[in-house]
């Protein structure tokens, strides 16, 4: 039987114990009565017990660093057993792919001439931009062609040179100043292109220039990188016979001669544009004149139609397929005179125009109608 010194005791904590039991009663009673405020005690308590198993697992690594050669270790302990991936299979790529490396390689100039054979369709002009010369280079290297880039047909063979500018063939006694000198331009004097032409590896390789008189093998190529040869400009004649006086005059504002696409433009070396369109498409009157030549032409045009405008302007059409007036007509502007066709040293179907005035070709671009 407990003492009464026990018996006390027991009064005094349930008497101290009473108020916090009746407050916790009512507190539980609160919460559930008032489910959000249980969520959010829920979410507080669950909080903290993710922050002590944070801390005890960090606890966990510290030590496990410590025993493994942690920075307080005094001696190695001997290495765990590793177990290492297998080999990746043969067919790897499957899973893993190649790094591709970037680079920028520096081009390399074309140390040969490159025979070229001429393909229908193609043009002075597009051959060039092909090979990535300038047109002018492409005639230098080929006499043929040089005075009249129309005289370029299907199966002919052009020398193609490995830079712009002028690929000649060395002959007896000629100097690589001499020559420098017969090729220079406005933008570069003999001294240019002479440094031009020994460092170009193309020359190099033919010639020894690496001597203080630059011997030159005869007969071999030199390529003059950025020279130019004057240029000689063709004489043409046209018809100056009696116009009748009801010839039809020409308004001196030029209309196209045929809906098509532009395939070689007006330079120094093609005095005019080449506009492709399908075999048959109507020709017409760029303005209204009086027919002087329809028929066949030995340069190259094939059948070709000039027609004099009464006003100092003459108007070309070449590579025709048919003629649709004759020589002494009036025509009007628009009216048709021709079609289309490949006749003469043509690769394809195309319109060959000219505009000339007095005895000087002018670019049509800068007297037609915008595109």
């Given at each position: 039987?407990?003492?009464?010194?026990?018996?006390?005791?027991?009064?005094?904590?349930?008497?101290?114990?009473?108020?916090?039991?009746?407050?916790?009663?009512?507190?539980?009673?609160?919460?559930?009565?008032?489910?959000?405020?249980?969520?959010?005690?829920?979410?507080?308590?669950?909080?903290?017990l993710?922050?002590?198993?944070?801390?005890?697992?960090?606890?966990?690594?510290?030590?496990?660093?410590?025993d493994?050669?942690?920075?307080?270790?005094?001696?190695?302990?001997?290495?765990?057993?590793?177990?290492?991936p297998?080999?990746?299979?043969?067919?790897?790529?499957?899973?893993?792919?190649?790094?591709?490396?970037?680079?920028?390689?520096?081009?390399?100039?074309?140390?040969?001439?490159?025979?070229?054979?001429?393909?229908?369709?193609?043009?002075v002009?597009?051959?060039?931009?092909?090979?990535?010369?300038?047109?002018?280079?492409?005639?230098?290297?080929?006499?043929?062609?040089?005075?009249?880039?129309?005289?370029?047909?299907?199966?002919?063979?052009?020398?193609?040179?490995?830079?712009?500018?002028?690929l000649?063939?060395?002959?007896?006694?000629?100097?690589?100043?001499?020559?420098?000198?017969?090729?220079?331009?406005?933008?570069l004097?003999?001294?240019?292109?002479?440094?031009?032409?020994v460092?170009?590896?193309?020359?190099?390789?033919?010639?020894d220039?690496?001597?203080?008189?630059?011997?030159?093998?005869?007969?071999?190529?030199?390529m003059?990188?950025?020279?130019s040869?004057?240029?000689?400009?063709?004489?043409?004649?046209?018809?100056?016979?009696?116009?009748?006086?009801?010839?039809?005059?020409?308004?001196?504002?030029?209309?196209?001669?045929?809906?098509?696409?532009?395939?070689?433009?007006?330079?120094?070396?093609?005095?005019?544009?080449?506009?492709?369109?399908?075999?048959?498409?109507?020709?017409?009157?760029?303005?209204?004149?009086?027919?002087?030549?329809?028929?066949?032409?030995n340069?190259?045009?094939?059948?070709?139609?000039?027609?004099?405008?009464?006003?100092?302007?003459l108007?070309?059409?070449?590579?025709?397929s048919?003629?649709?007036?004759?020589?002494?007509?009036?025509?009007?502007?628009?009216?048709?005179?021709?079609?289309?066709?490949?006749?003469?040293?043509?690769?394809?179907?195309?319109?060959?125009?000219?505009?000339?005035r007095?005895?000087v070709?002018?670019?049509?671009?800068?007297?037609?109608?915008?595109?």
């Amino acid at each position: 039987m407990p003492d009464n010194s026990q018996l006390s005791l027991l009064a005094r904590l349930r008497v101290w114990l009473a108020p916090s039991l009746l407050a916790a009663r009512d507190f539980v009673g609160d919460i559930v009565v008032d489910m959000p405020l249980m969520t959010r005690i829920a979410s507080h308590v669950g909080l903290i017990l993710l922050m002590v198993v944070t801390i005890a697992a960090s606890s966990v690594q510290i030590n496990l660093y410590n025993d493994k050669g942690g920075p307080h270790q005094t001696e190695p302990d001997e290495p765990d057993d590793i177990t290492l991936p297998d080999p990746a299979p043969e067919d790897a790529s499957a899973f893993f792919r190649a790094p591709v490396p970037i680079t920028n390689a520096p081009k390399r100039t074309r140390r040969e001439v490159v025979k070229y054979t001429v393909q229908p369709g193609d043009n002075v002009s597009s051959i060039a931009d092909d090979f990535e010369v300038s047109a002018d280079s492409i005639l230098w290297a080929n006499g043929k062609l040089e005075d009249n880039p129309d005289m370029l047909s299907v199966g002919q063979s052009l020398n193609i040179p490995p830079v712009s500018g002028v690929l000649h063939t060395v002959q007896s006694g000629e100097s690589v100043r001499a020559i420098a000198d017969k090729y220079k331009s406005k933008k570069l004097n003999t001294d240019a292109l002479v440094q031009n032409i020994v460092n170009l590896e193309f020359n190099q390789e033919r010639h020894d220039l690496k001597g203080p008189d630059y011997t030159l093998t005869v007969g071999q190529f030199l390529m003059v990188p950025g020279g130019s040869k004057p240029y000689q400009p063709r004489i043409v004649a046209a018809y100056s016979g009696p116009i009748p006086a009801t010839a039809a005059r020409g308004t001196g504002a030029f209309g196209w001669p045929v809906s098509g696409r532009i395939t070689q433009k007006y330079w120094t070396r093609h005095p005019g544009i080449d506009i492709g369109a399908p075999k048959g498409a109507p020709v017409l009157a760029a303005d209204s004149g009086y027919v002087i030549q329809a028929g066949w032409s030995n340069v190259g045009y094939g059948n070709m139609i000039l027609v004099n405008h009464g006003n100092g302007y003459l108007t070309r059409y070449g590579h025709l397929s048919a003629f649709n007036v004759e020589v002494g007509d009036s025509v009007k502007k628009g009216q048709l005179i021709g079609r289309v066709g490949s006749t003469g040293n043509s690769t394809g179907p195309h319109l060959h125009f000219e505009i000339i005035r007095g005895a000087v070709h002018r670019n049509p671009f800068g007297l037609l109608p915008g595109r």
